[in-house]
């Protein structure tokens, strides 16, 4: 269980809610608990590859999942996941 | 990108555009909108930077059929010197009323430098001298412009430095309120810049690529206009006068190589679209050039990543350079630059801070020019790349100076054995009596005697 900060440009997706809380055990539960709650979030998190998209950035609580375990990385239900645009740096992945 | 950027949009994006984008359109004219540099797909021109479909980075789109047939060299000559006599590829619809007098710095002949870095035909951009002496002022002029039209009432940025000074001194001439964000180990000279022209420096205990994560937050929660977040589109566009400049200095052409410093990798990536838009056009001919980007080797993922061959770029963590101005591990640009270096045959070099520092004092001391750290680092990433071939003799070279070496007081004395004390390194000698005698003895003595200022190897 995890709660998550959903930025303006996906609000529409989550009916306007700012946060909102899912559950999982790692941050790729909480992604995929996410967009199985709100598909339409699907076509912005998720890359054609099923990875996350490239454009997108996870942050659990203040550091960014690159330098944890990325989706592997263990999240506790006291834990907020920051979804950003990768404009807060980007890379392919 | 030449052809995406003048390719007519696709109907399928077309049918996606609201009354709001066609109102907008018509205001603006020339500027046909936000477009996605990802899926393409067009949003109305507003303080918004990522697409809502996909994503992706948005970008300020023009109609250039109708800037070829409006814009004309000598249109442009007859215009005061500064940004806004590229008008028609900036995104605003006149020169601002209010605001700095920015760019239209000279490009100057390097050949004592480019002596030394075996380059025969060097020339050096000299954007040390801009309003609050640095290329920011460029990008901070188009984005407090739009910031007024768009009715924000506070200007704000994520800064590596410069861009704080850019920004507070912008607020300060529009009459906006500011926020700057800096790392807190930054600089002193950058901070109390910033502070004199009235902004509100929030120091963040952390890096870059941190408080630029915080400030993405802060510009949704509070709305205010982060010129390098939200007003990034129009931000960015501002990069593209130094490459206008360029070609208009050099005679209405474009150089064989540009050397850029690279730190979100937004100017290496503009000045590449400056060059194609200007040959769209009509008003340079098309040429192949090269791109070569620099980064500190404390900091630079976008150096590694072309070095390995690779198209991810991996966040460096905690940079670790004197080169506090390009200390971004996650470069928001990154990979657009990576593209348009491979694209050209150019490179991306990594500079250590030693070699940085010691190019800072050979410009200085064989042309007259004091450039920050961000200077040190292109001159270094000059030679890196003529060594490697990338850059050959007979070339002609632009090097970027993009920022004033007053800013980082300290940075020409890295890597000396003892900085602190020895007159010989340093150049400062103990003071003396105002007497004639005294000064002779002085002389005699010979302390003042300078080492050269060398280059680190
Ligand atoms: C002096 C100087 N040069 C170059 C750059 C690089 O700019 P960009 O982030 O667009 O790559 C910066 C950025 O902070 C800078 O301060
Ligand atoms: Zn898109």
């Known amino acids: 269980m995890s709660g ?16 909102v809380t899912v559950p999982g055990e790692t941050v790729g539960e909480v992604i995929d608990a996410l967009v199985a709650t709100y598909p339409a979030l699907g076509a912005q998190l998720v890359a054609p590859t099923g990875g996350l998209n490239p454009f997108v950035n996870v942050f659990l609580n203040d550091t960014d999942i690159r330098h944890l375990e990325e989706r592997a990385t263990a999240v506790q239900p006291s834990d907020t996941l920051i979804i950003l645009p990768a404009m807060a740096g980007g890379s392919l992945r | 990108m030449t052809t995406q950027t003048i390719d007519p949009t696709p109907a399928a994006t077309e049918s996606l555009l609201t009354a709001e984008t066609d109102a907008a359109r018509a205001a603006d004219g020339r500027v046909r909108g936000l477009r ?19 994503f992706g ?33 900036l995104p605003v619809d006149a020169p601002p009323e209010r605001g700095l007098n920015v760019g239209s710095s000279p490009l100057l002949k390097g050949s004592r430098i480019g002596r030394e870095l075996g380059v025969e035909r060097l020339w050096l951009k000299d954007d040390t001298r801009n309003p609050t002496l640095s290329f920011k002022d460029r990008v901070v002029a188009v984005a407090a412009a739009r910031a007024v039209t768009f009715g924000f009432d506070t200007l704000a940025c994520a800064s590596t430095g410069n861009l704080a000074g850019a920004t507070a001194a912008a607020a300060a001439a529009v009459g906006l309120r500011a926020f700057v964000f800096v790392p807190a180990d930054l600089e002193p000279a950058k901070i109390s810049h910033a502070l004199a022209y009235g902004a509100t420096v929030v120091r963040i205990d952390g890096t870059y690529d941190e408080l630029n994560r915080l400030c993405l937050e802060v510009a949704d929660e509070e709305g205010w206009a982060f010129v390098n977040v939200n007003l990034r589109p129009f931000y960015a566009e501002g990069s593209k006068t130094l490459g206008l400049e360029i070609a208009e200095q050099l005679g209405w052409r474009l150089p064989d190589v540009v050397v850029v410093p690279v730190a979100s990798g937004a100017l290496l990536t503009k000045i590449g679209k400056a060059f194609e838009e200007l040959v769209d056009v009509g008003l340079v001919e098309p040429r192949p050039v090269r791109f070569v980007g620099g980064q500190a080797e404390g900091c630079s993922p976008v150096a590694t990543a072309f070095g390995n061959g690779s198209s991810e770029i ?24 990576l593209e348009l270096v491979r694209r050209t045959g150019g490179s991306v070099e990594s500079v250590p801070d ?3 520092a010691g190019w800072i004092r050979r ?91 060398g280059v680190a190897s």
């Open chain 2, 36 to 54: 996605c540099r990802n899926c393409g797909r067009l949003e109305a021109l507003g303080p918004s930077y990522v697409c809502a479909a996909c």
């Open chain 2, 57 to 89: 980075p948005l970008e300020v789109t023009y109609d250039y059929a109708r800037i070829r047939a409006e814009i004309q060299r000598a249109t442009i000559e007859a215009r005061p010197p500064g940004i806004w006599r590229y008008l028609e590829l």
């Open chain 1, 4 to 19: 998550v900060r959903i930025p303006p440009v996906l609000r529409t997706a989550t009916g306007g809610q700012k946060q």
């Open chain 2, 354 to 356: 030693r070699t940085t």
């Open chain 2, 363 to 453: 410009l200085a001391a064989t042309e007259g020019i004091y450039a920050e750290t961000a200077g040190g680092v292109t001159l270094g990433a000059v030679e890196a790349a003529r060594r490697s071939g990338v850059i050959q003799p007979d070339d002609e070279v632009v090097a970027l100076l993009t920022g004033n070496g007053l800013k980082t007081p300290d940075a020409r004395l890295f890597g000396l054995t003892d900085p602190g004390s020895s007159a010989a390194q340093n150049g400062l000698t103990p003071p003396i009596r105002p007497s004639l005698d005294a000064f002779e003895e002085w002389l005699d003595s010979g302390v003042w005697a300078r080492e050269p200022a």
């Open chain 2, 314 to 337: 991996l966040p460096v963590r905690n940079p670790d350079t004197i080169v506090k101005s390009l200390a971004i591990g996650s470069p928001a640009d990154g990979r657009y630059a």
